[in-house]
């Protein structure tokens, strides 16, 4: 490996380094949100200079990172370190003033994505999701199931109360979703219970598998899922393996240290006490 490519390597694995490209992400969207407002002239003309000068840094940093690369095609291995450079490069076009502006600022919205790629735990919570999903789809099924056999006998028992939310099946799924969210689904249960008095039971039921029961699911499949690509993540890289196994000993250090010292307190006591009992005896 060269002189400049091992420095190359240096700074894009430096910390530091990854600070800074992390806080000109936060101000590339802060740009985002400042264009949204009615703001001065000069202000529209300073964000500007800005903006370009973040790609200029975007630019800069891409080429960083495959430049100090040991082979170049293990950088295009990487699925994010594609998405990076699309970002980056759609952004050098030059589209402000032509047709394509709308496009031009949902890619610099699109930029704040690249926190993803450059956190590791966001990437792992993002690996973490796209891992359950095959999980998840059954259990939304199942939650699909679920809501369409209470709709159809919602449908059949409160139509004539209030068609707008009971009218067909598609309306009533809606209504059941209100329910699920509790968006004043005590209204439209005190509704159909004055005709029939039990269909709270109705709605308590739907509630409890939905919300209660099956939202959980989604939950546990979920957190399953973030422990192993955290593990995974853990065997992947070593460094951070052993830093975790490192704070995990010091805890038990601390610990042990904790309880040495509490031993020490009661004998020192206990020691105490037996000299002041020896002081009474020789004394009578």
Excluded: C
């Excluded at 032509?98 to 993002?126: H, K, T, Y």
């Excluded at 979920?222 to 830093?243: F, G, H, I, M």
């Amino acid at each position: 490996m060269n002189n400049w490519q091992e420095k190359l390597n240096h700074i894009r694995s430096h910390k530091l380094f990854d600070a800074f490209i992390i806080i000109v992400i936060i101000a590339s969207a802060l740009l985002v949100g400042v264009k949204t407002y009615s703001v001065p002239d000069w202000v529209v003309q300073l964000v500007d200079v800005l903006d370009l000068l973040i790609t200029v840094i975007f630019v800069v940093e891409i080429s960083v990172r495959f430049l100090g690369e040991g082979r170049k095609r293990d950088f295009f291995k990487s699925g994010w370190n594609w998405f990076d450079s699309i970002i980056v490069m759609v952004s050098l076009i030059p589209i402000e003033d032509s047709d394509m502006v709308l496009v031009a600022r949902l890619i610099r919205v699109f930029r704040v994505l690249r926190m993803i790629s450059i956190i590791p735990e966001l990437r792992i919570l993002l690996n973490s999701l796209i891992q359950a999903l095959p999980r998840l789809g059954y259990v939304a099924a199942l939650i699909f199931i679920i809501f369409y056999i209470y709709a159809a006998v919602g449908t059949l028992l409160f139509e004539t109360i209030n068609p707008e939310l009971w009218g067909n099946i598609a309306v009533a799924m809606l209504t059941l979703f209100r329910v699920m969210t509790f968006e004043d689904w005590t209204d439209v249960m005190y509704e159909t219970m004055e005709v029939y008095p039990f269909s709270w039971a109705f709605y308590l039921s739907f509630i409890f598998l939905t919300t209660f029961a099956f939202l959980n699911m989604v939950i546990g499949i979920v957190v399953n899922v973030l422990e192993e690509e955290q593990a995974k993540a853990d065997t992947d890289n070593p460094e951070r393996s052993s830093l975790r196994n490192l704070h995990d000993e010091i805890q038990e250090v601390r610990a042990l240290v904790e309880r040495i010292e509490s031993r020490i307190a009661e004998s020192s006591g206990a020691i105490k006490d037996d000299n002041k009992n020896r002081k009474v005896n020789e004394s009578d």
